[in-house]
Nanobody, 125 residues
Framework: QIQLAESGGGLVQPGESLRLSCVAS????????MAWFRQAPGKEREFVAA????????YYSDSVKGRFSISRDNARNTVALQMNSLKPEDTAVYYC??????????????????WGQGTQVTVSS
């Protein structure tokens, strides 16, 4: 049974940084895709970033490209999301997800079978 636990959320001012971490227990191999999604109040859960099957294949949404960076430590089954130059529109609950999507479906939340409980990120002055 795969279980995910996020940490690192909080309240920051615009322009500041945060680092989210997700520990995955029960993963039997490194062939899973690990991803981050976020959901703002009244909005659909949206794709943020993913490591497709291996740490070398990184994908980002256009809204965070150049500001966020996803990384993975296979030895610790941990995926991190470094968020720089945060904006108020980045405010959301951030979720870690694990799955085995094909490349064309990687940005869809339906492709992931395991989710963390979420961590709140608030960007406000």
């Amino acid at each position: 049974q795969i279980q995910l636990a996020e940490s690192g959320g909080g309240l920051v001012q615009p322009g500041e940084s945060l680092r989210l971490s997700c520990v995955a227990s029960g993963l039997s191999s490194d062939t899973y895709t690990m991803a981050w999604f976020r959901q703002a109040p009244g909005k659909e859960r949206e794709f943020v970033a993913a490591l497709f099957r291996s740490a070398s294949n990184k994908y980002y949404s256009d809204s965070v490209k150049g500001r966020f960076s996803i990384s993975r430590d296979n030895a610790r089954n941990t995926v991190a999301l470094q968020m720089n130059s945060l904006k108020p529109e980045d405010t959301a609950v951030y979720y870690c997800a694990v799955g085995r999507p094909i490349l064309s479906s990687m940005r869809g939340k339906e492709a992931y079978g395991w989710w963390g409980q979420g961590t709140q990120v608030t960007v406000s002055s």
